[in-house]
């Protein structure tokens, strides 16, 4: 087959916002064209609508919502040839494959066979394919390791997931929470050190249970804590919800004494409907003896993954994801491009002077890669909406979607691996449109915003008329201006003459469209 499109090495300057677009200084008086219009509250943008305008010209729809979402295009376009051929290839999908065939069966081992390399599983872990997804697992975890109610385990909790997950624990162990929480009691912004997990864990706990990122609190730990590192106690196996970072780092299976981690396939993975659980063998066998079959960790790989239908297809999409993975370089090179991304937003939230805020400060080291969750204007409503449905119009979706979560003031900019670099570009281009068009002196009567070398000034473009075509972009971002910096006496104000031209997305040549 032929190869996947190669990645091209990432610029990791690209977060540098101080150059060529042009540098916005005062002038003489002169009023703000108008102030930001309200929005209908039913508007689509509003309601978690991931679906634009048919009108708007954008090549595809830019995702960047915080899971289902989208994989690599390549990725997506192997699937479609791989797992749905044409009828007179005389061969089955793995859709349409018997869970037990000799077809399916070496689909299986493959897609086993790639996660083991990918992430350099060593061979004292077995790999399951369950369903039920994270939920699932908030319940299975305790159960396999707990015998009964009165075990006990310990639980960091440092956002909305690990929350969820001892809530769930409740009902089958005796948990301990060592909690990160803000003195709000509400917000969290970092996740407890090592030491005071090894200080305040309780030392019968069957197992110690983390959340490596939060996505709702925007919150990652890009490494796996190393308890030896601490002192010499003996700490319990730990177990990890990746879901939303697996295959974005590297794992350090035994110096962190990984009992068991699991993913969920829709966010770096695959599709909805499957969750991996890794599991180190030795902790098989002590599951409650309620535990349901098709959550059993033990009934499971004895049946050899099969013990109940799980899902072929999805199996099937984790196979080409992982040789997608292999294909761009392996586990550094997806943690490259994550880093990079992330660093493009956070440098343009710095750089905004405030019009952008994140809750997470930028001497954190726990910003979350995956997850970038900001605020329009402090969190004014009627900008942060009109920036939902200018993006919306622009084929920018999935920053604010339905969750069962207190919606507040931040929204979130996902950055999986189906997003790429050139798209995340796009965003922050639009963002600094959008801010320099919203931005005004603090000394409204006196000055405004006027690009230097720009002898004529527009009104901003209609959102209609401002989609993205993402094929003028290439697979690298090398050389990507993206200078930006507002005067620091600016503050959020209203609309104000500025040139669009300034802000339109680079030129860069045409990528090659070679796919597997």
């Known amino acids: ?73 390549a990725v997506e376009s192997t699937i479609l040839r791989r797992c749905f051929p044409d009828p007179s290839t005389k061969r089955l999908g793995s859709m349409a494959l018997s869970h037990r065939s000799p077809e399916f069966g070496a689909i299986l081992r493959n897609s086993i066979a790639l996660t083991r390399r990918v992430m350099e599983v060593p061979p004292e872990y077995e790999i399951l394919f369950t369903q039920g997804g994270g939920h699932g697992q908030f319940a299975a975890v305790p159960m396999n390791l707990c015998p009964d109610k009165d075990a ?15 809530i769930e624990a409740n009902k089958y162990c005796t948990p301990t929470t060592i909690s990160s929480v803000n003195e709000d009691g509400a917000t969290f912004t970092s996740f407890p050190s090592a030491e005071r997990i090894v ?20 919150i990652e730990l890009h490494r796996l804590p190393v308890f030896d590192d601490v002192d010499n106690t003996t700490v319990p196996p730990l177990v990890v919800d990746a879901s939303s970072d697996f295959t974005s780092k590297p794992i350090s299976w035994r110096k962190s004494n990984v009992g068991i981690l ?46 109940n239908t799980i899902p072929t297809f999805n199996v099937d999409v984790i196979g080409i994801m992982m040789e997608w993975i292999l294909d761009q370089g392996g586990i550094e090179a997806m943690e490259e491009n994550s880093v990079a991304k992330a660093e493009l937003m956070y440098g343009l939230i710095e750089d905004s002077n405030g019009f952008y805020g ?129 005067p620091k006496n600016f503050k959020v104000s209203s609309y104000t003459k500025i040139s669009r031209d300034m802000f339109a997305p680079p030129a860069l040549a045409p990528a090659s469209t070679t796919l597997r």
């Open 199 to 218: 200080a305040e864990h309780d030392p019968e706990s069957k197992f110690i249970y983390m959340c490596s990122n939060e996505t709702v609190n925007g």
């Open 358 to 486: 994140t809750p997470i400060d930028k001497s954190s080291e726990h910003r979350s890669r995956m997850n970038v969750p900001f605020c329009v204007a402090g969190g004014d409503e009627e900008l942060t909406n009109l920036f939902l449905v200018e993006c919306w119009n622009r084929g920018i979706v999935g920053l604010r979607t339905v969750t069962p979560f207190k919606q507040g003031i931040y929204l979130r900019a996902s950055l999986y691996h189906g997003v790429s670099y050139e798209e995340t570009v796009v965003l922050a281009n639009f963002m600094k449109e959008f801010a320099a068009r919203h931005s005004i002196s603090k000394d409204v009567g006196e000055t405004t915003m006027v690009a230097e070398n720009v002898s004529s000034a527009m009104e901003p473009a209609s959102p209609d008329s401002s989609c993205v075509d993402l094929s003028i972009f290439s697979s690298s971002p090398t050389g990507v201006d993206m200078a930006l910096t507002l």
């Open 1 to 73: 087959m032929a190869p996947f499109e190669a990645m091209t090495s990432i610029n990791h300057s690209g977060s540098n916002f101080t150059s060529s677009l042009g540098r916005l200084v005062e002038e003489e008086i002169q009023q703000p064209i108008m102030t930001a219009d309200k929005v209908d509250p039913n508007h689509p943008a509003l309601q978690g609508s991931l679906t634009p305008p048919a009108n708007c010209p954008s090549s595809k729809v830019l995702n960047f919502s915080p899971g289902p979402t989208n994989l690599p295009a």
């Open 152 to 166: 006990k385990a310990t639980y960091i909790v440092s956002g909305t997931w690990s929350s969820r997950a001892v």
């Open 262 to 307: 699991f993913a969920c396939a829709s966010k770096n993975i695959g599709h909805p409907g499957i969750t991996m659980v890794i599991i180190r063998k030795d902790l098989l066998g002590q599951a409650n003896p309620f535990t349901p079959g098709f959550l059993n960790y033990e009934t499971n790989i004895l049946a050899d993954n099969v013990w």
